[in-house]
């Protein structure tokens, strides 16, 4: 159970990040669709809203589309919370709590918005590795990651460090 608390904290916390971050950028720095401030020469802030999903897919170019994303988005993260009630081991946690806060925070933007506010520019010259993206984009990626690799990598470990410590599997 406090693992499932810490998970809460840090999707709480990752949430308040990410909409600190974007009232920074749209009301603090003023910036308006388009506008790029240079912090870096490979980082700068560049503000766009995006009426689709990862990658620009299903664009919300209509209410019923955009309501449709609100509702879907909000399932995916309840399914995330669900399966964070019932996981038991902090690596799951903790990507599941990356998820679920980066899923709210844009979830939070297309409800009251219409769309996702984006800012966060990487380049290298002119090449982008990402498309822009914010906070919560980055957190619902790395949790991603972190799920993927401990399914792919630490389950089977701990599979088969459970079967040689399980009585009996010397015999078999």
Same mark, same amino acid.
Not at 113 to 131: K, N, Q, S, T
């Given at each position: 159970?406090?693992?499932?608390?810490?998970?809460?904290? &840090?999707?709480?916390?990752?949430?308040?990040?990410?909409?600190?971050?974007?009232?920074?950028?749209?009301?603090?720095?003023?910036?308006?669709?388009?506008?790029?401030?240079?912090?870096?020469?490979?980082?700068?802030?560049?503000?766009?809203?995006?009426?689709?999903?990862?990658?620009?897919?299903?664009?919300?170019?209509?209410?019923?589309?955009?309501?449709?994303? &609100?509702?879907?988005?909000?399932?995916?993260?309840?399914?995330?919370?669900?399966?964070?009630?019932?996981?038991?081991?902090?690596? *799951?946690?903790?990507?599941?709590?990356?998820?679920?806060?980066?899923?709210?925070?844009?979830?939070?933007?297309?409800?009251?918005?219409? @769309? &996702? &506010?984006? @800012?966060?520019?990487?380049?290298?010259? *002119?090449?982008?590795?990402?498309?822009?993206?914010?906070?919560?984009?980055?957190?619902?990626?790395?949790?991603?990651?972190?799920?993927?690799?401990?399914?792919?990598?630490?389950?089977?470990?701990? *599979?088969?460090?459970?079967?040689?410590?399980?009585?009996?599997?010397?015999?078999?």
């Amino acid at each position: 159970m406090k693992y499932r608390l810490a998970g809460f904290a &840090v999707a709480i916390a990752l949430f308040l990040a990410d909409q600190a971050m974007k009232h920074y950028v749209t009301q603090t720095l003023a910036m308006q669709r388009g506008d790029v401030v240079e912090l870096l020469p490979f980082f700068d802030f560049r503000l766009t809203y995006n009426f689709g999903i990862s990658l620009g897919m299903f664009q919300a170019d209509s209410m019923e589309m955009r309501w449709l994303l &609100v509702g879907v988005t909000s399932l995916i993260a309840l399914v995330v919370t669900i399966w964070m009630l019932r996981e038991r081991l902090l690596g *799951e946690i903790l990507g599941l709590a990356l998820i679920l806060g980066g899923a709210l925070g844009n979830i939070r933007d297309r409800y009251e918005l219409g @769309y &996702v &506010v984006d @800012y966060a520019d990487l380049h290298f010259g *002119e090449f982008r590795p990402f498309l822009i993206f914010n906070i919560a984009d980055a957190a619902i990626t790395i949790g991603v990651l972190i799920i993927l690799a401990r399914a792919f990598f630490l389950r089977d470990k701990e *599979e088969t460090s459970e079967t040689e410590t399980a009585p009996g599997a010397a015999e078999s």
